[in-house]
Every structure is written in C-alpha cells, then in structure tokens.
Nanobody, 126 residues
Framework: QVRLVESGGGLVQVGDSVRLSCAAS????????MAWFRQAPDKEREFVGVVWTAGTTNTYYSDSVKGRRFLISRNSDANALYLQMNNVKAEDTAVYYCAADSQGRLSTTANEYTYWGQGTQVTVSS
C-alpha cells in the first residue's frame, strides 16, 4: 500500500522560512513524479511545483512561485519530497499536499497524480 505523509506545516510569521516534508512508502518514485499542490480556503487546488525523472531529474514551478522563494527537492531514493519555502507571505496560507505518480513527466494537473497525502496546513500570520 502506497502512503504519502506530509509534515512540517504550522503557524508561521510573514517572512519566516518553512520546510515541508513528504515521506513516501510502499513504492519508489525514483523514475516517477512527485509534486506539491496547495489549496487555500474557498479556492481550487493549485499546483506549486514538481520534480520528475525522465533520464535526468528535473523541476518545474508554477508561475505564482517561480523565481520566488520556493525550492522543491527529493532525496536520492525518491521516497522523500521537500518544499523549502522562504520569506513566506500571507497568500501562502493553504493546505499543502504531496502528490506522486509512477510516470516521470512534467504534470501540473492534479488528476494526473495517482497518490496523495492527507495535507499539512501552513498558516502565515502577519
């Protein structure tokens, strides 16, 4: 049974740094894709970033975080995914979800991911 378990969320202040983790068990995603999505209150789930392997390991970010303060990474065994969030803002408040799929591809669409974690809440207070 595949499980994804997020951790690292909580209540932080504007300008703080937060590191989210996602522990994967049940299978390896070394040749697949692992991503972060987030969902703010009363908003649809939003793609944040993905790391995938297709020959080489690649990363891609949503326009809302690209070039900003977010860094996605995973460990060499591809059973742990991380999201480093620096200088957080109030609009980063959301439930952050880890998602994974066996196919190694660039995908920003939630329904293309087979496995999901339960989410971890990040609340940024001003």
């Amino acid at each position: 049974q595949v499980r994804l378990v997020e951790s690292g969320g909580g209540l932080v202040q504007v300008g703080d740094s937060v590191r989210l983790s996602c522990a994967a068990s049940g299978r390896s995603f070394s040749s697949g894709s692992m991503a972060w999505f987030r969902q703010a209150p009363d908003k649809e789930r939003e793609f944040v970033g993905v790391v995938w392997t297709a020959g080489t390991t690649n990363t891609y970010y949503s326009d809302s975080v690209k070039g900003r303060r977010f860094l996605i990474s995973r460990n060499s065994d591809a059973n742990a995914l991380y999201l480093q969030m620096n200088n957080v803002k109030a609009e980063d408040t959301a439930v952050y979800y880890c998602a994974a799929d066996s196919q190694g591809r660039l995908s920003t669409t939630a329904n293309e991911y087979t496995y999901w974690g339960q989410g971890t809440q990040v609340t940024v207070s001003s």
